[in-house]
């Protein structure tokens, strides 16, 4: 009988970044003997090799009643030939046959397959085995795969796939024992990384093979996550257990806690797929405190700093394309720095001045395209424990601080989206001014406020901040022939926009008399504001005022000054502990040397002492040591002793001695001594301070009065309390 004859020699064939060689013995049985008429083919033994991986395939059909084909796998990768899934590699390597057996209408195929080494996404899984038989069928088959790692199962799963229809069907029963989940962590892309834990379990898949019906529960052991955009990472505690319900994953009241500062949360809600590529989050987290945000600085940051939320959040969408919702109020420990990226300090009439480069501006110009990425809008009720901060110049290190209180909606994203909205009241803080080796914090006063509309950079500003300093008036005042320096206050007032504020400035000697006072004022206000700032600058930077003919020794005087008073802080810091009722502080005033009506004075070390000798008594003390040979200068000493004349602390007695602020010789050293008694009371209007302090009576209700009643004490302005005797 003539038949055709196919033969092949060897040849290379290149797939998915492997060479494929075949035959490559050049054997001659190679081939394909073939009738056409009567349909009846007998394949030689062919074999493919690509280094050790080898494929065998060989097999004879004749027309459709006989089929026996088998194909052998020998160390095949996976990855040789399987199709790429997004976030999901497999690999490992194949061994196993594959046969097809058919003799009139019994058919019989059938797959013994063994995976060695099994790993997704590169995390080993171990030994894979899978078993297909055919039931009497090319469509329908019985399935048993089985996944063991260290001599452990940890996956089983027994049931049957059928192809017959046009959409395929599985019904599987799969068992799950302590199987790592690490390997799926790449599935959350980059919103969602570090996927950890074992799971176990039983649960059923029925239905499309695409995207089956789940029914089933899964328990949970140390398992967590890390929300990279955030960095923050959790662990999951308590009720790790998970409900499959169709293409759900349902969590009810799972505790999340993070790994850093040990704060937690609940978490309840759903996680969803569509044919396990698309997962869709349906999370709720509700906390007393937890930590949502703990990033760092980076050259591309807009934003940094940790947050702990009392109030929950709601995490919704695509796993690619999420959106976090946050409600509630900041708690302790909350720190939250916008950098900008460039800041001009001190000229003639401001003592900062922010400004944006091109660079800058085309940030804020640009559209943000539709990238995936995480949307997260932040709704908080801002507390005094948190501390809000703009780092004005990153190079020196100057920085605006504080903390109060405002209502702020923050919504930014991974596509660089930054926008602020709300108004923050300070009650505390301080802008650390930091300018060619000098550092001067200055103070922000209570009541200042901040408020954002769109960009953090278009906030606007109405701010007072003041440093304490110490000057010699006698630079400025002719009248006064003093040898001392009282302490002077620097004001600034800063309004407007961010990049666009306006300051105003103002020196003040703070506890001066009346003359004092009005004498300075005249004399630095009948000059222009340009003399001004020259006054101000140099009581800021030097400790002085500004004197043509001294700006050596100011210069001076003013570095020295400035490492003292860095030096004293560190000393005052390391001698005191938080809650100490005996506080011990160190200081160094630089003395005088400026030739000023031929008045020096030496520096001075000072030590002050506040301490609390009862609930009911309080002393604050200061001894200021000169340092030096000027015979103009004396040792300084000062007490003040307050004694609480009721509960609350509103009626106070007060005992003191100090030192006058200004000398007007140089003769003796002046001293003031009294005694004050003083009465705090808070109101709104005058009626209501009337009606405190007994001026004005109250409007009676009508009340019912009880037999038998004992009419009420008067409440004493001062109320002692006696202790009995035990």
Do not use: C
Request: aromatic letters at 10%; proline letters at 2%; a neutral charge.
């Amino acid at each position: 009988v003539q038949k055709s004859v196919l033969g092949i020699q060897k040849s290379t064939l290149q797939y998915k970044g492997f060479d494929w060689v075949i035959n490559p013995k050049e054997d001659k049985k190679n081939k394909v003997v073939f009738d056409l008429k009567k349909n009846d083919f007998k394949i030689s033994p062919f074999e493919f090799i690509s280094k050790n991986q080898k494929i065998s395939f060989q097999g004879e059909l004749r027309d459709s009643v006989y089929k026996k084909v088998k194909a052998t796998f020998d160390n095949v990768k996976l990855a040789s030939f399987l199709p790429p899934v997004d976030s999901l590699k497999l690999n490992g390597k194949l061994n196993g046959t594959v046969n097809l057996t058919q003799t009139d209408s019994l058919v019989l195929p059938k797959g013994d397959m063994f995976v060695k080494d099994f790993l997704i996404n590169d995390y080993y899984q171990g030994d894979l085995a899978l078993s297909v038989t055919g039931n009497n069928s090319y469509e329908k088959y019985k399935v048993n795969l089985s996944l063991e790692n260290k001599k452990a199962q940890n996956i089983s799963a027994i049931g049957g796939v059928d192809f017959s229809k046009k959409r395929p069907t599985i019904d599987l029963k799969a068992f799950l024992k302590d199987y790592e989940i690490s390997a799926f962590s790449p599935l959350g892309e980059q919103v969602l990384s570090k996927l950890r834990g074992k799971v176990s379990g039983n649960f059923t898949a029925k239905g499309f093979l695409g995207n089956p019906d789940f029914q089933g529960i899964l328990n949970f052991e140390n398992a967590g996550l890390t929300f990279p955009y955030l960095n923050v990472d959790f662990d999951l505690k308590g009720n790790t257990s998970v409900v499959l319900n169709k293409q759900e994953f349902i969590l009810d009241d799972i505790v999340l806690e993070d790994t850093k500062h040990l704060t937690n949360g609940t978490l309840s809600g759903s996680i969803a797929h569509q044919n396990f590529k698309d997962w869709f989050l349906n999370l709720d987290i509700d906390t007393r405190n937890l930590l949502i945000l703990d990033t760092e600085e980076t050259e591309e940051s807009q934003y940094y700093g940790t947050g702990f939320l009392d109030g929950n959040a709601k995490i919704r969408g695509l796993t690619s394309n999420l959106d976090i919702i946050v409600n509630g109020k900041t708690n302790k420990g909350t720190v939250f720095v916008i950098p900008l990226s460039d800041v001009k300090t001190i000229d003639n009439y401001k003592l900062i001045r922010f400004k944006t480069g091109k660079a800058s501006e085309d940030v804020k110009e640009k559209i943000i395209g539709d990238i995936k990425g995480l949307d997260l809008k932040i709704n908080l009720a801002v507390t005094k424990d948190a501390v809000a901060q703009v780092v004005i110049d990153k190079v020196a290190g100057s920085e605006l601080r504080g903390s109060g209180e405002g209502n702020l909606s923050i919504d930014i994203d991974t596509r660089g989206k930054f926008n602020m909205f709300g108004d923050f009241t300070v009650d505390n803080g301080f802008y650390n001014f930091k300018y060619a080796g000098i550092t001067k914090p200055f103070i922000v006063q209570k009541g200042g406020t901040i408020s954002w509309d769109g960009s953090p950079y278009d906030a606007e500003l109405d701010i007072t901040a003041v440093y304490h300093t110490k000057a010699n008036p006698a630079q400025l005042l002719d009248n006064i022939n003093s040898n001392r320096k009282i302490p002077i206050d620097l004001y600034t007032k800063i309004s407007g926009g961010l990049f666009t504020s306006k300051q105003e400035f103002d020196i003040k000697i703070p506890n001066a008399n009346s003359t004092v006072s009005s004498e300075l004022e005249f004399i630095l206000n009948e000059n222009d504001l340009n003399t001004k700032m020259q006054h101000f600058s140099f009581l800021l930077a030097f400790g002085t005022f500004f004197n043509e003919d001294a700006i050596g020794s100011s210069a001076s005087s003013g570095l020295t000054g400035t490492a003292s008073e860095i030096a004293s802080g560190i000393l005052s810091n390391m001698l005191n502990s938080e809650g100490n009722k005996f506080q011990l502080g160190v200081g160094y005033t630089q003395g005088d040397r400026n030739n000023v009506n031929s008045l020096n004075s030496d520096d001075q070390v000072d030590v002050s002492i506040s301490t609390q000798l009862s609930d009911r008594v309080l002393v604050n003390g200061k001894v200021g040591v000169p340092v030096g040979a000027n015979t103009q200068t004396d040792v300084v000493g000062e007490v003040k002793i307050e004694v609480l004349l009721n509960e609350e602390g509103s009626l106070r007695g007060t005992v003191f001695n100090r030192q006058n602020e200004v000398q007007y010789s140089t003769e003796e050293e002046g001293y003031t001594q009294g005694v004050g008694l003083s009465y705090q009371v808070n109101f709104n209007n005058l009626r209501e301070l009337g009606q405190k302090i007994g001026l004005v009576k109250k409007g009676k209700k009508a009340t019912k009065v009880k037999k038998d009643s004992l009419p009420k004490k008067k409440k004493s302005l001062i109320n002692f309390k006696s202790k009995k005797k035990k």
